[in-house]
């Protein structure tokens, strides 16, 4: 029996959406390329995230998304164009949402629903109205309105200082393991939705539940 | 023709070493997988260093090399044992140096020569010793003195502000990219070590020369 919380907090990335989705575009501009170039260009998008942040220049989550694409295309020999990156740009904000997430989402009454998200404003507010899924969320806050990206205590912060509740009301959910790790830190509950079916990450901060999707919240609430 | 300098600054793992020359310990205790174990050792190595700053949770860089083996292992199906993953790690200080490295040292003269690593003091110095390169340089420094990993710029400044010298003398040279950009942000000359003929990373700062190897550095001279 896990204790009752008043919010649940959302990662988006990897945990409502599949990053990856964006590989069937790649594969129509790059036949044969596309999970190889999605693939990297996930990767970089977060690692040039990080790296900007521990070294003091902090770009937005649009700015580096585009950068990490460029990379992913020169390194798989794609020879690209500004339109061809304007297109790939945009299917970012055309993730597939997880099967079941519109389904549990629409079960949460009594708790409120929270995006914090590394994406912007911008991004966010793009992504969520083409799946359909704004009204579900309370609040959908991006880390760019601090400029320090998940998972520093001061990206979780940012929601949590507004919210009037105590940490431990809070469960934060993702994919993604440095965001529990971050989460965790920070204080919140937090469960890893394991989609791959993958071991956790070696962290002296561990989950206090591991689901395989987000179809397991009810023991929260 | 470069500005000549006055001290040439190494990156220590993936520039004078190969870190992947653990792959063949790691075939012996896992056949077929040494390659791929060796892959996300290094990869996770990274990521748990520069996560647990973000997240203000420092640990030196032997304990997340053993935490990212430990993934590395689990995520692949290695199942290890206390003796195994100790003969792993041990292999962390055999690493094999790049062909070059010894005749370029050999050949610097009149330019002070230093290490900068990520890496422990003890994990420098046995691995140092181990291939006889020790008496190349004049100073071997560690960011475990100052806790805060390159590419922060506190981790520059850790060795710059006992060296007497003007950034602009000094000469930095990696085979990682969140190095070279980490180095030029902090106000050193670059010289990005290109061993895998890689597009360099998709960043606002970039390298001052790019070279396949160490053996192009007497025009700095």
Not at 17 to 36: I, L, M
Not at 133 to 147: M, P, Q, T
Not at 180 to 188: D, E, L, S, T, V
Request: proline content about 4%; hydrophobic content about 40%; charged content about 25%.
């Amino acid at each position: 029996m896990k204790q009752p919380i008043k919010a649940i907090v959302f990662d988006v990335y990897g945990t409502l959406f599949d990053v990856h989705s964006v590989k069937d575009a790649c594969e129509q501009e790059f036949p044969e390329k596309g999970a190889a170039i999605s693939q990297v260009w996930r990767t970089k998008q977060l690692e040039y995230f990080f790296w900007r942040h521990m070294m003091g220049r902090y770009e937005d989550f649009d700015k580096v998304t585009r950068d990490a694409l460029r990379y992913a295309l020169a390194v798989h020999d794609a020879t690209s164009t500004e339109e061809i990156e304007q297109r790939l740009v945009a299917s970012y904000a055309h993730l597939t949402p997880y099967e079941e997430v519109e389904s549990v989402l629409k079960e949460l009454h009594d708790v409120k629903t929270v995006i914090l998200s590394n994406g912007t404003d911008e991004m966010l507010e793009a992504l969520l109205r083409n799946a359909g899924l704004s009204d579900y969320f309370d609040e959908v806050v991006s880390v760019d309105g601090i400029k320090q990206p998940k998972p520093t205590p001061a990206a979780y912060m940012h929601w949590f200082k507004t919210s009037g509740l105590r940490r431990d009301e809070v469960l934060f959910l993702s994919s993604n393991g440095w965001d529990i790790a971050g989460a965790k830190n920070f204080g919140f509950h937090a469960a890893w939705i394991n989609r791959n079916d993958l071991p956790f990450e070696e962290f002296d901060v561990k989950p206090d539940a591991v689901y395989p999707n987000l179809n397991h919240l009810s023991e929260w609430l």
